[in-house]
């Protein structure tokens, strides 16, 4: 990992930090206060080590999927249907939806969705339009949609019907689960203001582009490509125009975000504090560096120095887990050239798993602050949803089996002590003589505890003769190159990814997997393709009962569609005892206009 950038960053990070507290250098002090709550005043929030928020638009493309990105931009476009954990448990969360709980029809096959009375910045009343143009732009865009799975949203909305000006009916394909809908295909829609963002171009004409669906397509064009400006975030016009309680009012070149109170809000929920400042840092030494100098009201302690809370709580801040509704994995590139056809062989995968020492990197590099997880559902927090096969690891860490599984298919060690296919017969279809098991880890940098991970990984692979190198960058750089690909792609060059140094997926209310493993979505970035796994997953997503979910976690656990890795919190919060509001949500997101000081 490069060093010399790390420096620059934080130099600028702690310059902006000083320069807001106005402390000079001197270590500001938190906690005190009355108690009562008081308005106004600015929050600092630091954002996860190597991680810049790079996506602002509501629909995101592949590769800009991050937490951060959603948790910031929903302070200013308010999602359909927000579900966070601030009951205690996952739950609909209704002043910060932009409707009313949905109506299903007795059939199920047509919801009724009434929207509350937000105002555009611009004075413009939310409307049924608006989510009109959000599906229109989604229909145009879904295979450049990360959040798409064929079949689903907007497949299964066969026709959207205006009832009034906040009043709407969507019929579906055919009758879901209600539970399931709401929660995990109603909640990715997000109205957007069609009389500001229906044009084609900057200097165009605002018109009814979206209803033609070869217009619909220069929209989303066009906005996507105002969203990878992102130099011109804080002065561009189309993003002012927000429903939110915070709008935006600066987004420098290294990420940093502020958020300013929306003053035309028209919500149930709005901002208590002035300001909200989102700060980058390039490791999570430099933030802790920060966070003892005391120039952030709410960041993280790395688990090197949690030994360090004592003296954290007495500069005043509280020190809280906050653990996610979430999974931790490597994708394979089942894609990749060189080595897609290895990773195809479901006793290679086999092999790399028992060779994952779950409880060292938990114990031993995470000092107890992870969870080890075998498979594809949450299995950390409400396991109602966890199969027994799941449960009980069907690939323990066990070397011996890891080298067996790969003798018996024809790998034999090399000079070098690598591993390469000696009989291809046995090998796999598709792997000629002498390819060898070295494979190179795309991860993301920044991190002591990710960094530990993959030395682990490295290590025990090695006894077994698997060579793994270490490519660490930025996490958007991450995100960005380990997307799906074809084999023939220059982009398709990466092996296997991590980007879980605060998990890799947080799940909509409903942990089921279709964004993540059906063939074709749009997060299944190693393009892993199960006939009777897509089977298991629609299951789950048409039917109540709690058998198909307990089907698709046990199958997915023994096919590895990935390398399972243990799960860590979100971070470790440390949090000024002064600023009240917070809950540490299990689905990542944030409501910082709940955020106050009683300082």
């Not at 902006?16 to 929030?45: D, M, N, Y």
């Not at 949203?153 to 539970?179: C, E, G, M, Q, S």
């Not at 400042?277 to 802790?288: R, W």
Request: aromatic residues 10%; contains cysteine; hydrophobic residues 35%.
């Amino acid at each position: 990992m490069a060093r010399h950038p790390w420096r620059t960053a934080l130099g600028v990070t702690l310059a902006s930090v000083l320069a807001l507290s106005g402390c000079g250098g001197s270590q500001e002090q938190h906690g005190g206060g009355s108690g009562a709550p008081r308005t106004g005043g600015t929050a600092r929030f630091a954002l996860p080590p190597s991680a810049t928020p790079n996506w602002i638009m509501p629909i995101a493309i592949p590769g800009y999927g991050a937490s951060y990105n959603g948790a910031i931009r929903a302070t200013m476009f308010v999602p359909l249907y927000n579900y966070d954990g601030s009951s205690g448990s996952v739950a609909l969360n209704d002043p910060s939806s932009a409707a009313d709980p949905p109506r299903y029809s007795a059939d199920g096959k047509t919801v009724t969705i009434t929207l509350k009375p937000l105002t555009w910045s611009t004075g413009d009343p939310v409307t049924s339009r608006d989510v009109e143009f959000w599906l229109n732009l989604v229909r145009a865009g879904k295979d450049n949609w990360g959040k798409y799975s064929e079949g689903l949203l907007p497949d299964n909305i066969k026709a959207f019907h205006a009832v009034d000006d906040r009043t709407f009916t969507l019929t579906l394909d055919k009758a879901y689960n209600p539970d399931w809908f709401t929660a995990n295909q109603l909640s990715l829609v997000v109205p957007m203001p069609q009389r500001a963002w229906d044009r084609t171009s900057a200097d165009g004409p605002v018109g009814d582009h979206d209803r033609d669906p070869a217009g619909a397509k220069q929209v989303f064009d066009f906005l996507v490509g105002q969203a990878k400006k992102l130099g011109t975030y804080a002065t561009n016009p189309l993003w002012k125009v927000v429903n939110g309680p915070f709008t935006l009012s600066g987004f420098t070149a290294a990420g940093e975000v502020t958020l300013t109170k929306n003053p035309k809000y028209t919500g149930p929920e709005p901002a208590k504090l002035d300001t909200v400042k989102f700060l980058t840092f390039t490791s999570s030494s430099a933030e802790y560096n920060v966070l003892r100098a005391g120039g952030i009201d709410y960041g993280y302690v790395p688990t090197s120095n949690l030994g360090q809370q004592s003296k954290l709580e007495a500069e005043g801040y509280r020190v809280e887990p906050w653990n996610g509704w979430s999974i931790t994995y490597s994708p394979y590139n089942f894609n990749n050239p060189q080595l897609g056809k290895v990773f195809s062989q479901l006793y290679v995968r086999q092999a790399l798993q028992h060779a994952v020492d779950q409880n060292a990197i938990t114990s031993v590099i995470w000092r107890g602050s992870a969870r080890v997880g075998y498979g594809p559902v949450p299995q950390d927090n409400d396991t109602k949803y966890l199969s027994q096969r799941q449960k009980t690891n069907p690939y323990p860490f066990d070397l011996d089996a890891a080298r067996k599984l790969l003798a018996d298919h024809g790998w034999k060690p090399g000079s070098d002590g690598v591993l390469a296919c000696a009989e291809p017969q046995l090998c796999g279809e598709g792997i000629a003589a002498g390819t060898r098991l070295s494979f190179t880890m795309l991860t993301e940098s920044g991190s002591d505890e990710t960094d530990g991970t993959m030395q682990e990984l490295r290590s025990e692979f090695s006894r077994i003769g698997v060579e793994m190198k270490v490519n660490a960058q930025p996490l958007n750089t991450v995100l960005a190159n380990g997307t799906s690909c074809e084999p023939a792609d220059a982009s398709c060059s990466w092996q296997l990814s991590y980007f879980g140094t605060q998990g890799s997926w947080y799940f909509p209310a409903n942990p089921s997997g279709e964004q993540l493993f059906a063939t074709g979505a749009g997060t299944n970035f190693g393009s892993y393709s199960d006939k009777h796994a897509d089977e298991l997953m629609t299951a789950t997503n048409l039917s109540s009962s709690q058998q198909p979910m307990f089907d698709y976690s046990a199958y997915l656990t023994e096919q590895l569609p990935v390398l399972w890795l243990p799960n860590p919190p979100y971070q470790v919060s440390a949090i000024d005892t002064a600023l009240h509001g917070i809950s540490q949500d299990p689905l990542a997101g944030l409501q910082p206009q709940r955020w106050f000081w009683t300082r």
